[in-house]
C-alpha cells in the first residue's frame, strides 16, 4: 500500500511519521483512536486533520507492525 498522506521528514518532529507533512504524528492519532474519541472529536482537537489522515494513520499503523517483530511477553 502507498501511504499519501504519511510523511516522514527527519529535520521534522524527530523524523517520526507525521501527517501530510503536519506536526502531528501518526502515533498521536492512532492513540487517540485507542482512547477511544470519535472521528469528529479528534477532528475538533486537530482542525487541520481530515477524516482520511485519521483512516490512513490507522493503515500505516497496522502495516508497520505487520512489517517488524515485536517483543512480546506470553501469558499462561
Given at each position: 500500500?502507498r501511504?499519501?498522506?504519511?510523511?516522514?521528514?527527519?529535520?521534522?518532529?524527530?523524523g517520526?511519521?507525521?501527517?501530510?507533512?503536519?506536526?502531528?504524528?501518526v502515533?498521536?492519532?492512532v492513540?487517540?483512536?485507542?482512547?477511544?474519541?470519535?472521528?469528529?472529536?479528534?477532528?475538533?482537537?486537530?482542525?487541520?486533520?481530515?477524516?482520511e489522515?485519521?483512516?490512513?494513520?490507522?493503515?500505516?499503523?497496522a502495516?508497520?507492525?505487520?512489517?517488524?517483530?515485536?517483543?512480546?511477553v506470553?501469558?499462561?
Open positions: 500500500m501511504f499519501s498522506r504519511i510523511t516522514v521528514n527527519p529535520d521534522q518532529m524527530g517520526v511519521p507525521c501527517i501530510r507533512g503536519l506536526r502531528i504524528p502515533a498521536t492519532v492513540g487517540m483512536v485507542a482512547d477511544e474519541m470519535t472521528t469528529a472529536e479528534i477532528l475538533a482537537a486537530y482542525p487541520d486533520l481530515e477524516a489522515d485519521i483512516r490512513e494513520a490507522l493503515f500505516f499503523a502495516e508497520t507492525v505487520r512489517e517488524r517483530e515485536l517483543p512480546l506470553m501469558v499462561p
